[in-house]
């Protein structure tokens, strides 16, 4: 019983152009959602994050946005570098248990000269 | 700080074996977190830790696995007879009551054949 979801195990973009990432959850008592970054062979570091109070949140080249009646959040990137080239992770906590983070199965985003 | 360390990075064992992984929290944090990744199921949270205190262990799979936290700087992972259908990359996270997003480890790759 996947609560975050991440249907798009692999995206592939030019360098320069934009990457959008996707995630779905399905927990409506959800009211943080993370994206973590992972290498291969290193552990995943925090990105960026979003409350639920809040529909956007920018931090340089990333982008989260937050739609919650469509229980649905985004990662874009822009542009897009090699060095971006990454498995990203969504991920989601829920009010009174904040601790515990539910993850997705990741995206492998590629990006091409 | 040198972040969370985590030992070995890298582990073989034979089916039938005890495995036993271990990770150092940074210093100061009071939430722990042990986590698996696979491919099917991307990061699964096994059981979390606050004070020391086992809070959930909800997402241990089976009575093989057993985790404990004897102090605020160490935390050990074990499985007890391992199992082919084991391997994967276990990672442990730290971070403090303040904090959402916790800090990953570099994570242990465990093959059992």
């Known amino acids: 019983d996947q609560q975050v979801k991440q249907n798009s195990p692999s995206l592939s973009v030019q360098e320069g152009r934009i990457s959008i990432l996707n995630c779905d959850y399905t927990?409506?008592?959800?009211?943080?959602f993370l994206w973590y970054k992972k290498y291969p062979a290193e552990g995943p570091t925090f990105l960026i994050s979003i409350s639920s109070i809040k529909d956007k949140n920018e931090d340089g080249r990333f982008t989260v946005f937050l739609n919650k009646s469509a229980k649905h959040l985004s990662l874009h990137i822009v542009p897009s570098q090699p060095g971006d080239s990454a498995v990203y992770f969504c991920a989601a906590s829920g009010w009174g248990n904040t601790d515990k983070l539910i993850f997705g199965t990741g995206t492998r985003l590629q990006v091409f000269p | 700080d040198a972040g969370v360390i985590q030992s070995p990075r890298h582990e073989v064992t034979e089916m039938g074996q005890e495995v036993t992984l271990r990770c150092k929290p940074i210093s100061g944090h009071n939430s722990l977190f042990w986590y698996r990744q696979t491919m099917m199921r991307g990061l699964e949270l096994l059981i979390y830790f606050n004070n020391n205190v086992p809070i959930d262990d909800s997402g241990m799979p089976e009575d093989r696995f057993s985790a404990k936290m004897p102090n605020a700087s160490f935390s050990t992972l074990k499985i007890q007879p391992s199992e082919p259908r084991d391997s994967a990359v276990y990672f442990c996270a730290s971070s403090l009551d303040s904090q959402r997003h916790p800090f990953f480890g570099q994570g242990t790759r465990l093959t059992v054949v």
């Open positions: 927990n409506s008592m959800f009211d943080y």
